[in-house]
């Protein structure tokens, strides 16, 4: 595979929480790191994983630069966008600048950027009022992802497909096996774009 140092970089279904709080999974990333050695079992694979629960996508893209400067990685696996519409639909508009200049910052450097549609909410939670904006949001980050060429990586799609399995208890933070589902599905992308 061309590249192999990557930087998982979103909120707290990044971060590995899963769940009802307090519950931590492992990361996605721990899925994806497997699949990876599996396949390139001659090659090194460093995977770093920069979620902060809470997150805003002008949050993260605050602190993006940082984490490249830190981690200086070839590949970026962006998904962030959930806290702020679970905010309201007022924040869509800045949530997809703060995604584009993501995307432009990172590949100012170089760096490929997989962008990721976010992930369902659960219908008979809390967060219910939400649900109407998901589907519209991640239409959006599909375009903005067509637009910068950006390889997609479809989190929503791959959870949607049985939600009762993935979702238990938290209606925003998909159980360990929904975030090992996310790790699948990054790996799927990462290799149709990188192999």
Known sequence: ISKTKFLAFGDSITY?????KPNECPPYTVRLE?????????????????????????????????????FNPEVLLL??????????????????????????LARSRGITVFLATIAPIAPGGPNSATIPLVVPFNN?????????????????????????????GDDLHPTGEGLRVIGETFYAAVRTALD
Do not use: H
């Open 34 to 70: 497997e699949l990876l050695r599996a396949r390139y079992t001659f090659q090194n694979f460093a995977l770093t994983t920069r979620g902060v629960p809470g997150e805003w996508a002008p949050m993260g893209e605050d602190r993006l630069q940082g984490e490249l400067n830190t």
């Open 140 to 168: 959006q980050i599909r375009s903005l992802a067509a637009q910068k060429g950006a390889p997609l990586v479809d989190v929503y799609t791959a959870l949607a497909a049985d939600i009762p399995r993935y979702y238990v």
């Open 16 to 20: 590995g929480r899963c769940g009802p």
């Open 79 to 104: 998904m962030e966008g959930t806290n702020d519409i679970n905010n309201g639909a007022s924040n869509i508009p800045e949530a997809l600048e703060s995604l584009e200049d993501m995307i432009d």
